[in-house]
Each structure stands twice: as structure tokens, then as C-alpha cells.
């Protein structure tokens, strides 16, 4: 049985995904001090099928969540090197709920690695920041910031999430503002913003802060996170993490101006315009445009569902398909609960 020790500390990456997060994990990771693996993200997944394993304190409800929890582990497309034991998951659990699970699963990571924290990219588990805070954790919070029309031509590329800017828009904007819920609820010396235009044009100033800010002592050596096994199966398990066997791409910003439309960086402006002149990102349109009609939201989501459906039939995908072929049952297995 493992026992949390004081100084096993969280590090929550938050924000939306497709910001950089993997390669900001991957630099964290270079630390022996932390332990930092690709998420399966155990809170976005279980959540909202929670109440279908009833009263978590019956010994056989909590054991069929650990036991489905660890399943999602061991299909997660970038595998974890860790023998899950179910016994031992439940005797370390010292509340009945999933956020003690995912603490309990992350410490038996950082433990294995000789670690003192503990990183997780999930980066939609900043809403679930309350229970996270409530179980006592206490995590670091590190907001990662890309320019949103980046983020969405990046998402356009990929298997997963949404695909019509529209959709896009509104969930960076989403995120941000719940990026910033939580750092005006917890402690401030547990918070750090960081773009991803500056750790890849000035990666050692970043560096820096994230050794002030967490007591590190990573040097230049961090950036050579791309010779590390951890970015080899990562970049293994799809197109989309394909670059992280690479060095920093300093120029990889304003991608959109290449791959999204006049009237894509329209629309994605129009959304979340303000967001992105609050975080200094310079605006391509002069529309001021703030409401689109129920009839254009209607071509907008079957754009979006002909687009997703595009991303699942798409031959350069196939990669990403075939890693996430046991996930996708498990998935579907758990929807029928």
C-alpha cells in the first residue's frame, strides 16, 4: 500500500488543448523531479457516467470504477510504464470518489519514477478544480495561452475535437475564462500563465519561471526533450504529437493566416475577439459582429459533423485510429453502463 507523502504535489496543466501542452509536459518531464505521463483523462471521462456506479462507499461499486478507471489507463493510446493492482489502488484510497483514484493512480506514477510531483495535461480538469481543491491536493496550476485561431487550424488537422471554427471559437473562449475562474479562486503563488508564442521563441526565459515557480532546476538540457522515450511513444501514437521527435519550432505561430479562410478568422473573431486582444493577438478582420442567427449556428454544426466525420475517414489518420481502437470500445462499453 502506498501512502501520499507531504511534498507529492500536483501540477495541472489547464487551458485548451492543442496549445502546446504535450510539449510543455514533455520539458517538465526532463526534471527528476517530476513525473509527468500522457494523460487518459480519467476526470473528463468519468464524470459524466459518475452516477452510474451508484453509492461509491459499497466495496463492489468503488472496485468496478477502480477497475474501470485502471482499463482506461491501460488503453490509453501513449502507454503508461506501471503496473496497475486494483487491491492496492483501493487500500491507498483514503476518501470513495473518482478524484481520490486519480490521485492515487498519479502518485503510484510519480513514486515508480522517484518523483516529488506529479504532472497532469488534462487540461479540461480545471472544471473540476472545486473537487480537486476540495480533496486536498492543492495542485500548481500552470494556464497555457495560444492564439485561439492556432489552436483551431491545429484541431482541424487532428482526430479529435471539434472542427468548424465556429465551435472552435467558442471553446477557447470557454476555456479561458474558466482558466481564469480558477486562478481567481485558489491561491495566486499557485499560479502561473505562460504563452505558447513565448516558450517556443524564448524557451529558456520560460524555463526560468517554471523553475521559480516550482523550485526546479532544469537547464538547457530540458529542451532536448525530444531524444526522451517518453516523446518517442508519444510522437509514436499519432500525426497529431508527430513533431514532438523534433526540436522547438520557433516559427510555428500565425499558421491560421495559412490554413484558415478570410471568412474561418471572420468567424473565430467574432467569437472571441476580445479574448484574443486582451491577450495581446492582433486581430485579421473588422467585423463587430457578435451574435450569429439560429440558422447560421444550424450550417455551422453540419458543417462541423461533416468535417469530424472527414477527420475519421481521412487515410492520414490512420495511425491515430488504429492506437485508439481499444479506447474507442472501452468507451463505448462504458456508455452502456
Request: glycine share 4%; with cysteine; hydrophobic share 40%.
Amino acid at each position: 500500500m502506498i501512502s501520499t507523502k507531504i511534498g507529492l504535489t500536483p501540477i495541472q496543466i489547464i487551458g485548451t488543448q492543442r496549445s502546446g501542452s504535450n510539449l510543455l509536459r514533455l520539458i517538465l518531464n526532463q526534471s527528476p523531479k517530476i513525473s509527468a505521463h500522457h494523460p487518459p483523462h480519467i476526470l473528463t471521462v468519468f464524470y459524466p457516467i459518475l452516477n452510474k456506479y451508484g453509492n461509491l462507499q459499497r466495496d463492489d461499486n468503488f472496485v468496478k470504477l477502480i477497475q474501470d478507471v485502471c482499463r482506461l489507463i491501460e488503453t490509453n493510446p501513449v502507454k503508461w510504464d506501471l503496473e496497475l493492482s486494483r487491491k492496492e489502488i483501493f487500500d491507498s484510497c483514503r476518501q470513495r470518489s473518482l478524484i481520490e483514484i486519480f490521485k492515487v493512480v498519479y502518485e503510484m506514477m510519480a513514486e515508480k519514477d522517484g518523483a516529488i510531483y506529479w504532472g497532469c495535461k488534462s487540461m479540461a480538469n480545471m472544471n473540476f478544480y472545486k473537487d480537486i481543491e476540495s480533496n486536498g491536493m492543492k495542485p500548481y496550476y500552470i494556464h497555457l495561452i495560444r492564439d485561439g485561431r492556432d489552436v483551431a487550424s491545429s484541431f482541424k488537422k487532428t482526430l479529435v475535437g471539434e472542427k468548424h471554427v465556429y465551435h472552435l471559437a467558442n471553446i477557447w473562449k470557454k476555456n479561458f475564462l474558466k482558466a481564469q475562474e480558477v486562478f481567481r479562486n485558489v491561491d495566486p503563488t499557485r499560479c502561473l500563465t505562460i504563452k505558447y508564442e513565448s516558450l517556443i521563441s524564448d524557451p529558456m526565459q520560460v524555463v526560468g519561471q517554471l523553475n521559480t515557480f516550482l523550485n526546479l532546476d532544469l537547464d538547457e538540457s530540458a529542451l532536448s526533450y525530444f531524444n526522451s522515450n517518453e516523446s518517442k511513444i508519444t510522437a509514436a501514437a499519432g500525426s497529431m504529437w508527430s513533431n514532438l521527435t523534433a526540436p522547438i519550432m520557433a516559427n510555428n505561430t500565425r499558421k491560421f493566416l495559412e490554413t484558415l479562410d478570410m471568412e474561418e478568422i471572420e468567424i473565430f473573431e467574432s467569437v472571441a475577439g476580445e479574448i484574443l486582444k486582451e491577450n495581446g493577438y492582433e486581430l485579421h478582420t473588422h467585423s463587430h459582429r457578435k451574435e450569429f442567427s439560429q440558422e447560421e449556428i444550424q450550417k455551422f454544426e453540419a458543417q462541423n459533423m461533416k468535417l469530424k466525420k472527414d477527420a475519421l475517414d481521412s487515410g492520414h489518420l490512420k495511425v491515430d485510429i488504429e492506437f485508439r481502437i481499444q479506447r474507442k470500445a472501452l468507451l463505448e462499453e462504458l456508455n452502456q453502463i
